[in-house]
């Protein structure tokens, strides 16, 4: 065999193009020296060369195992980046930097990968490392990126002033350099920007400054900039599948199959506007799949949606082209991309064509720019006939609205006072609610003018950072307007925000990006909103919103016209009044909020796009006539939480008289819950005292005990109806005095949290990753336990039946969810679950201890707590005949220390502690540790 050729001819031939001539030679050269570190390099490289890249990224992680450099550990992260698998692709990268500690070229890789999988927290540090060390002007704008996809607007926009001294003349950090100088507000410098970003598209250079299309049309109201703009993105960022998908026609008379495709399936404004969409969808119609590459949540919303849907497809692993393939396999009539060019979008998706009918809906306001995009859902407000040659896709225009809504929604809460948030009490408040970077310099100037139009009032704006607050106050303050008339509120949690809505008098819109959501959320709190006609997608929102609230008097003609309406709205208190009079009676009236009236329109639209499609008919603009009003069914009797928070019980003695039951409020045990043995009567409780009994509900427990496993349990357990039945009195038993619980409680969980701290392996091992571990209480209760964990560092997040419980915790800016833990789909792996008081009232409780083990992630810890009827108080209790356990109307099973061990190991768990809870007599607490 002749010798193989050396490294250098072999480098030189890959280097020309004929890499896959190069690697036999290697293969040769390696077997003669394995561990070679320049051939195993050259050899990882030829093989991205000819495309094989999962051999490729064996290859170089295994060059850099052998010694080989830091280049072989970053060219595997940058693969695997691309290939979607995050988690492998940053341990890489991890290493290439050890190994390489000052490498800008290896730091911006991980700014990138963890920018791109909308983890950009975790490269904060990354980023600022990465300004005081490279001098490579591209490299320095990403990690300013990443600082403002953070919420560093300040940081990133000083950023960027430096880096433009090093390429003042670099179009493209130009246009990175507007956004977060936007949201600073700091208008002289934005305008600077702007003069070199409109001198660009003067010359007709629409790629030069390189901006994101979203954050074009926030400042630019020109359709025909607005287009070119996205045109040259696309260009420039999405790139042009390489093959597209076929489609076989779909059989006549079958269920239209409908796909969405977003990334904010969760917590997310697309979900609030759209939960009641996915809920409302007529099933016997239409087959409704999502395609979901959200980043999942335990919210109230993300469980909407997955009840909701029909097929639930993830797809964040996949590749363009694979998602792509993935969808195709389910031969839709129609595809909707719900993001498009909004944060986190994947337009490259739809290049593969993966449905015969693709549309646009609800994130991007403009022209999708592209071929792969057949129809824009929208309104004859937000794209009018004159509108059509700045689009690239056909109209289809819904009756009223293109915004969907959730009637849903819970209602504004009780706001406070206004002294509570600042406000005063004697001036009129025009809110103005929109986030920073929407506020220009123009419609500030009309605020400021109305304040001046209307001397006794005061603007109430978001202050989302230091910066834009010190700008816009110093901007006020030169046109004569006292900085004690801006007054300035945090973010705040939806509902606490839609409360705090209520106490403004009218709210004043932004005039180029209007508010979108933010104009909904001001309407459902039932304040009127003001705003100008606009010339594009992005400013004629409000106004269609207005308009299918019937409240068109609210738009003016042009900003000069707003202004009117506002003083009008400021200084005379009878028309303000009934304004209010008219929004309040206009919410659920009125088409805008009626969720099952926009749905028909939808389903409307979605019938009249396919038939074309189907029948090979070309596109056209299509104007969806109006369903008309839809009666909403009766609603169902919400469910209430059957894990109530402690409470001294009554004494009762066992009495021998048989229980009368309602039927529909219990189901019986056919057998032991645990066993499924036969059980025999142990006794008969009465529960006429206890607290929570009334005249509905049966008089009696009838408790049994199982002669095989000895588990006692009562004979039945309470059907969705008996549990809203026995939750009816909680509201009004004087013991769940919200306010002195929460002062109270605290103390009692705080030993609990550090019992579970010290299990996971003290605070440094729980606390020392790169997010806070999640706590889930089952059960929450007051919310007093998840108040708690969070204090000490936890996501925490409650889970409760009763959503007038998880409703006062939401208010205080905590995490709960109204479900039945049963039934609740995890997405994130909880390290600690606790069930305090809870896994008695759970009907089939070691079916809850292995959905408990399958949730929690290895190690992780389960803090349960119970009866023990093994215990002395127990004993004693039972020895005086006074025992009012077994009176307690939600519990239905009744445990000793050893069964519940017993069962715990049975589900994976391995028992390390054991307490006495303080809470109450006859309890045990049991820490186990998930194997």
Known sequence: MNRPAPLAALLEQINEGHAADALPELDVLLRREPGHPGALALRAEALRLTGRVPEAIRAFKHAGERGAGARNWLAAGILLAAERSVDEALECLRQALKETPDSDEVLDALITTLFNANRAAEGIEFARRQLTLSVNPTLLSRAALLLQGNDLYEESSNAFKRILELAPDDPALVG????????????????????????????????????????????????????????????????????????????????????????????????????????????????????????????????????????????????????????????????????????????????????????????????????????????????????????????????????????????????????????????????????????????FSHWLRVLEEVPHSVLWLLGQSAAAIANLTRC?????????????????????????????????????????????????????????????????????????????????????????????????????????????????????????????????????????????LARTHIDVPDCGPVQPPAEAPAAREPFAADRPPPAAAIPSAAPLRAASLQAPYPGCPLCDGPSETLGIANCKAHSLWHETLPPAIEWMQCPSC??????????????????????????????????????????????????????????????????????????????????????????????????RIRSLGFNAVSQDFMQLSFEIVPAVLSMMDVLAQIPRPLEALRKAAQVLQPGGVLAISAMDFGSSSWRALEAAKINPYWTELEQHHIFGRERLTSLLEKCGFEVVDLGIPDRGKARMELYAVRN
């Open 176 to 443: 990175a350099a507007l956004v977060p100088a936007r949201f600073t507000c700091e208008w002289d410098w934005v305008d600077t920007l702007l003069r070199k970003i409109r001198g660009y598209y003067d010359a007709g250079r629409f790629a030069a400054p390189q901006e994101y299309p979203l954050t074009h049309v926030a400042w630019c109201k020109d359709e025909a900039r607005n287009l070119e703009v996205t045109r040259a993105y696309i260009a420039r960022m999405v790139p042009r599948a390489d093959s597209c998908l076929t489609h076989a026609p779909r059989p006549a008379g079958s269920r239209i199959r409908v796909g969405y495709l977003s990334c904010d399936f969760r917590n997310h404004a697309t979900m609030h506007l759209m939960a009641g969409v996915f809920e409302s969808h007529d099933r016997t119609r239409f087959e409704i799949f999502a395609y979901d590459y959200s980043s999942p949540d335990i919210s109230t919303y993300r469980q909407r949606f997955l009840d909701a849907v029909e097929h639930h497809v993830p797809v964040h692993s996949l590749s363009d082209r694979q998602a792509a393939a993935r969808i195709g396999e389910d031969r839709l009539d129609i595809l909707f991309d719900l993001k498009l060019y909004t944060g986190g979008g994947r337009p490259g998706i739809l290049g593969y064509r993966p449905a015969p009918l693709q549309a646009a809906y609800l994130g991007f306001p403009g022209s999708a720019a592209s071929a792969d995009i057949d129809y824009v859902v929208s309104d004859r407000f937000v794209t009018p006939d004159d509108s059509a040659p700045y689009y690239t896709e056909k109209f289809c225009r819904l009756p009223h609205t293109y915004q969907c809504n959730d009637r849903k929604r819970a209602g504004a809460g009780a706001p406070g006072t206004r002294a509570a948030h600042g406000l005063p009490d004697d001036k009129v408040v025009f809110g103005a609610f929109n986030q920073s970077y929407k506020v220009d310099r123009a419609s």
């Open 476 to 616: 006020a303050e030169s046109a004569g307007i006292a900085r004690a008339r801006l007054i300035f509120a945090p973010f705040s949690q939806p509902q606490e925000h839609l409360a705090r809505l209520g106490l403004a008098d009218a709210v004043l819109d932004t005039l180029i990006y209007n508010g979108h959501t933010t104009t909904s959320d001001a309407l459902w709190a039932g304040v009127p909103v003001i705003t100008a006609r606009g010339r594009h997608f992005a400013s004629r929102v409000s106004e269609s919103l207005l308009n299918a609230m019937e409240l068109p008097e609210l738009v003016g003609a042009d900003p000069n016209d707003m202004v009117r309406i506002a003083k009008r709205i400021g200084t005379d208190a009878k028309y303000r009044a009934a304004l209010r009079a008219k929004v309040a009676a206009n919410r659920l009236t009125t088409p805008l909020f009626d969720t099952l009236r926009f749905t028909g329109n939808l389903e409307r639209a979605i019938e009249l796009m396919t038939a074309r499609s189907r029948s090979g």
């Open 710 to 807: 000895g588990h006692i349990h009562s004979r039945h357990y309470w059907t969705r109806e008996g549990l809203a039945e026995v939750g009816r009195k909680i509201s009004r038993d004087p013991r769940a005095d919200f306010p002195s619980v929460l002062v109270s409680t605290p103390a009692t969980w705080t030993r609990v949290v550090e019992r579970v701290i010290g299990h996971l392996g003290g605070y440094r091992a729980a606390f020392g990753r790169r997010s806070a571990p999640t706590w889930v209480d089952v059960g929450c209760g007051d919310g007093t336990l998840v108040m708690t964990a969070a204090d000490h560092g936890f996501a925490a997040v409650g889970v409760d039946l009763r959503s007038d419980a998880v409703s």
